[in-house]
């Protein structure tokens, strides 16, 4: 596969009552033959307990019990690093269409199970059927277009010729990494960040989010299904102000691939530049961090359109995503009937269980996301006015219900904190100027919106809205592998663009091969 053959796997379409048979087909294996189960840690190709384990519970009902999981410590992670790093030399030198055709598989074989995965999503981290299928999708999407760019990247690079000398330029695997996914992707950006790194020929110490090992677990099993030798991919669960930890200061991590919060980031930032006694290298770090994103309303624009977008980017996934929208930045001709529109459709939103079909609005994923949320509800009362909150929410589950807040300051908390929460905070502004430099003045640069008929406001949106990912008529969240390559600037993390072209040289290096011709 080359990466001109690469094409986004399809979402599934649930209208149909064929799909809709199979996903509860699926919601009903997973209940039976996967929730419950005790999972082992992988280290060096052996299957490994620990001392003590810990357990999950459906963040929408806790009365269902997830799994059952090893909770390591810093020794067991130290000795998974040393694993991966003697099982590094032989992976390295296996032939990349080795490598490339064991990851297609791999992405045939998910694409013939997307169901099972999708359904464990909607149980263990509360997503949507449709927020569960994208996120299969994309993780079917990262294989297959991280294989066809690992192809592309083994030609030979162009270097100037030089008589008398034959030049060429290849780039090879670096070593061990640390890999360090969220929970709020835990399929798809766990499975992207993972194999990625194999694929250029590196082994891997991967560990989930703790509220999501279980779908990190099934991708593992799936892995070995599909023939990944055992010992290249170490698989430890646990706390990850320990486990984590260990592996992002040990001598023999040479990168370490992280997605999660600006202020965990940023320690691995600090603590990723100090060299340990042994280390030969100065570590790399890919960082995804977060978002503080707006949707800029102009005063020329589909109001109907716009205020759809909103709603979809604000509240799916119950906000809980670095690309969500949690500022409506609106021109002031159009306010009033921007909230006009807006108001009655969040206050409409019914929550329920995400396995039930039709329910869209689900819990937040645990009881510190409920207070967060729950806290910055009480600042938004005291910044703004609240339009929409409150409503009932299922018992026994940590369900927010979608707020609005209205007059919120460009500098208040609620307009430059990260909720991760269905909140939205609503500024005016008095034209599309102001409203271009309130969308810059946060920290974050991830994603944003436009919603615009006027074809120089377009143009000035695009040189000056300072995001890695930005969008013009169309919701900010919502990105496909290939088509929005994903990564954002300042606090947002390194830019490292996944999905994107480039994304595979940050687990290669280059090295230049000279040979004097007689």
Known sequence: MQ????RNEPFTD?????????FE????????EYLGRTW???IGGQEGAGKKTFEGRDPGDQSRHIGTYQELGAAEANRAVEQAYEAFPEWSRTDVQYRVDLFMRAAQALRERKHEFSAMLCYEVGKSWAEADGDTAEAIDFLEYYAG????????????????????????????????PPWNFPLAIMAGMTAAALIAGNTVVLKPAEQSPAVAAMWLELMHEVGL??????????????????????????????????????WIHEQSAKVQKGQQWMKRLVAEMGGKDSMLIDAECDLDAAVDAVIAAAYGFQGQKCSACSRAIVHQDIYDAFKDKLVPKVAAIKAGHPAEYGSNFGPVIDPEALKKSNDYIKIGKKEGTMLVGGGDAPDGGHYVMPHVFDGIAPDAKLAQDEVFGPVLALIKVKDFEEGLQVANNTDYGLTGSVFTDN?????EAMDRFHVGNFYINRKCTGALVGAHPFGGFNMSGTDSKAGGPDYMLQFLQAKTISEKIS
């Open 3 to 6: 990466l001109s053959d690469f």
């Open 14 to 22: 649930f209208s149909q009552p064929e799909n809709q048979q199979a």
């Open 25 to 32: 087909a699926a919601l009903s294996k997973v209940r039976e």
């Open 40 to 42: 082992p840690c992988w």
């Open 149 to 180: 760019q690992m192809l592309e990247t083994a030609q030979p690079q162009m270097v100037t010729p030089v008589a008398g000398e034959h030049n060429r330029m290849t780039y090879i695997p670096i070593g061990v990494g640390a890999i360090i």
């Open 229 to 266: 030798p055992k010992n290249v991919l170490n698989f430890v669960t646990g706390p990850g102000e320990v486990v984590g930890a260990a592996m992002v200061k040990h001598p023999r991590t040479r990168f370490i691939s992280f997605t999660g919060s600006r202020q965990v980031g940023l």
């Open 455 to 459: 074809e120089e406001h377009k143009q």
